[in-house]
């Protein structure tokens, strides 16, 4: 090989190994979302992802993983993100079999009726980055980086909901946790649980009377279509923690776990008008294609609600044990205002 040709041989070889090298120190954060794309969680990711990627200049990229691609039972979800194999992802109202603490963010009337408020103390240091709830998730291989909160959980019926008497007896569809059931116990409802995917045949054939729902869940799902009345008590909001396999946190350098905090903090507005036009935009769609009739409760009738759901957290406490009680004396405490619930 004659010298011109060793030199660009050379040279190949150099923007090859230089590629490689590029390849190899990228990183690929998978991330698990528990709805579909098109969702507020899946609005919130992609804001998550483009964040994440501008601030590493590439150097790491985001996979979403909308509801479908790892499983079909919210737990496969949370075991893949303690297993790593999924190191980013969100847990809801069905995380309570994992981290039973997290049943604290079921609890009816322990969140102002102000969305914004409560997105800010949820994410506030205080109790976020507080101890109990830390350890709560720690002990378990994880570690909670931020909340969001998707809008208000709204009940459908077949009849109308203006008072705890009018829920004697309700057959109303609740997630499986145990702190809901014990809630809608309270009101003098008969709390069942029934697959998600089952939900509207159930609701359509009067296998269940009732619903809880954030309003894009009742419209994406269409059960607004088999049911009579819509009612909104803003007695709790639907919120899903994101969190991350604690091993790969503790194993990321000071700079990407300054950066996640950077990009959590941004985004806390950001989730917040997400979930706001999206739930806004579907009950205008809901609207439009039936006849439900919204009832909104006034302060008097959910103040009703709220005194028979107060005796919900103490066994909330005896449940979940000390850890739960003091990250819910937190959490009313940073709520503490005229609107606090």
Known sequence: ?????????????????????????AETWRFGLEEIEGSVQHGYAVEFKKLVEE???????????????????????????????????????????????SQLLSLNFVMPADQMKTVEVLNSPEFLKSDPWQEAFRERGLVPLAELAEGYQVWTTNKAIEEPADMDGLQIR????????????????????????????????????????????????????????????KQAQFVATLMGNSDWYEGLDDEHQAMLDEVTAELVETGH?????????????????????????ND????????????????????????????????VEEFNSDDAE
């Open 273 to 297: 008008d997400i979930q706001s036009e999206f739930n806004s935009t579907r009950l205008d769609t809901i609207k439009e294609n039936s006849d439900i009739n919204i009832i909104e409760l």
């Open 55 to 101: 601030k590493t200049d590439g150097e790491v990229t985001v996979e979403l993983l909308p509801y479908g691609s790892w499983g079909s039972t919210y737990s496969a979800l949370y075991d893949a993100i303690q297993g790593g194999s999924i190191p980013l992802g969100f847990g809801s109202g069905a995380l309570g079999g994992t981290v039973p603490e």
């Open 1 to 25: 090989m004659n010298m011109k040709l060793s030199k660009i041989a050379l040279g190949v070889a150099a923007v090859g190994m230089m590629s490689a090298a590029t390849s190899a120190s």
């Open 300 to 331: 008097e009738q959910r103040k009703k609600f709220r005194e028979m759901a107060d005796p919900v957290r103490d066994t909330f406490a005896e449940d979940v044990g000390e850890r739960g009680k003091k990250a819910l004396d937190i959490l």
């Open 174 to 233: 609740v997630m499986d946790n145990s702190l809901l059931r014990e809630a809608y116990k309270a009101y003098g409802a008969a709390p069942i649980s029934i697959a998600y995917g089952e939900l509207y045949s159930a609701l359509q054939q009067g296998q269940a009377e009732g619903n809880i729902q954030p309003v894009f869940a009742h419209e994406e799902m269409g059960f607004y279509e088999v049911q009579d009345y819509m009612i909104f008590a």
